[in-house]
């Protein structure tokens, strides 16, 4: 296994006090036992109140014992692997990773400038970069492919990905048929249920529309997932003023009690399944547009801090920009979220090199960011001069040509005719197109 960036190493920053994550938590606590949720999932409810839940109609109120429970069984880590089954990313503690986005409708073109729509073959691209470029942890699908008919372009994405990339996945559809045929292309890959279980090659990412509202696909999702035991990360978000408060403090507690009630569902379903959380996630909206703001400062930080309270592994984010190109801006907002949220120990932090608030992304923007979060990597890392410290002549010569758009987007050209991605053996290959050719036919 690599070396591991690990945030109490080395410079620590803490934006909440242990006081203020108690404060949003007992808040969480209160809601869901007083207010409850909606709960559109006849057995998920029927499931919950076995456990202690009061259910009236479609709305389920959860004691803190019901919670406390949960919280003391679900694990604080687990270990993602390489599509070879190697374990590289051990995720929770204050182990920090990296990894890019997902389904972005555009993509910046490093050949031409141009924002267009994307592709499979962008896809591909992407999967071939991210394996090469050593500071990027794990692989989203990051574009969406629009040259494919819905039906099936979310599994041929997983499949480009599962081919072009060893990396571990990071993986979501809106479509709650196809996430049982994703977990079997690992499945395949892995060498069986079992063998997926023991060495989990990925993490599922369910949106979650509002803290308040599970609607039945959301909760089908984590329940299909929780089911098999695949890492997954359930993320209501509250954005503030619009479904939530204004307060950021407020707008964390409402977005707690989404975070916990799918906690407690999914250790319903199979006590000690491995789930990340996103700490309470409160998004800024720019109001004369109505959308959020990824770059916005003060969603920073705490939302680590309160998922480490809880004793529950990071579902991050950074790197990304409101910049429609890459520019001084993109650039600088990119990197002060890296670093950030790096301090605070964010253990999966994903959506670097997305653009203008997720409409788009850039594998400019990617190449660019891999060369900023090897900065990261060496501040954090304990000191140690020797002499096999690199030159100083030759990091700046190297850091020049790269954080420029123009030499980004050489580098792409360079990794693209130079790494291949180990070949998946030909059964494996042909088991993931007899799952999409099943899923897909009339």
């Not at 920053?13 to 006081?19: G, H, N, R």
């Not at 060495?199 to 990412?205: A, E, N």
């Not at 916005?296 to 579902?315: D, L, N, W, Y």
Request: net charge negative; proline share 6%.
């Amino acid at each position: 296994m690599k070396d591991v960036l690990v945030a109490q190493q080395g410079v620590r920053f803490q934006k909440l006090t242990p006081a203020d994550c108690a404060a949003i938590h007992t808040a969480s606590l209160r809601l869901l036992a007083r207010v409850g949720v909606e709960v559109h999932h006849e057995r998920a409810r029927k499931v919950l109140e076995a456990a202690g839940a009061t259910v009236d109609g479609t709305r389920v109120r959860l004691p803190e014992e019901l919670v406390v429970w949960a919280l003391s069984v679900v694990p604080d880590s687990f270990t993602l692997h390489s599509r070879d089954g190697e374990p590289v990313m051990p995720v929770g503690g204050q182990n920090v990773f990296f990894g890019v986005g997902s389904e972005t409708p555009n993509i910046l073109d490093h050949r031409t400038g141009l924002r267009r729509p994307g592709t499979l073959d962008d896809v591909r691209e992407g999967a071939l970069v991210v394996d090469a470029l050593p500071n990027i942890d794990f692989l989203m699908s990051l574009f969406l492919p629009w040259d494919l008919a819905p039906e099936v372009a979310t599994l041929q994405q997983f499949r480009t990905m599962l081919t072009y990339s060893v990396k571990p996945t990071l993986f979501l559809s809106p479509n709650v048929a196809d996430i049982p045929m994703m977990v079997a292309m690992l499945e395949a890959v892995a060498g069986g249920a079992d063998a997926l279980r023991e060495k989990p090659r990925g993490l599922c990412h369910i949106n979650v529309t509002h803290p308040f509202r599970h609607e039945a696909d959301e909760v089908e999702k984590l329940m299909l997932l929780a089911e098999r035991a695949v890492p997954h990360a359930y993320s209501p978000v509250v954005f503030r003023g619009a479904n939530g408060p204004m307060t950021q403090a407020g707008a964390m507690a409402v977005a707690g009690v989404g975070e916990l009630l799918g906690l407690v569902l999914s250790q319903l379903v199979r006590e000690g399944c491995p789930i990340a959380q996103a700490g309470g996630t409160a998004e800024k909206l720019d109001m004369r547009t109505m959308v959020g703001i990824y770059s916005s400062p003060e969603k920073r930080a705490g939302f680590a801090e309160m998922a480490h309270f809880r004793g529950v592994p990071h579902f991050g984010l950074g790197g990304a920009s409101d910049s429609k190109v890459v520019d001084e801006q993109a650039v600088a907002e990119a990197s002060l979220s890296l670093l950030v949220e790096a301090l605070a120990g964010s253990n999966l932090i994903h959506d670097v090199g997305y653009m203008e608030s997720g409409m788009s992304n850039s594998l400019v923007q990617i190449v660019i960011l891999n060369e900023v979060i090897g900065w990261i990597r060496d501040f954090m890392r304990p000191a140690a001069m020797d002499e096999e410290t690199p030159a100083l002549d030759a990091i700046e010569q190297v850091t020049r040509r790269l954080l420029s758009a123009e030499g980004a987007a050489l580098r792409i050209e360079e990794l693209l005719a130079q790494h291949r991605a180990p070949a998946l053996q030909p059964a494996v290959s042909a088991t993931l197109d007899d799952i999409i050719k099943e899923h897909t036919t009339p």
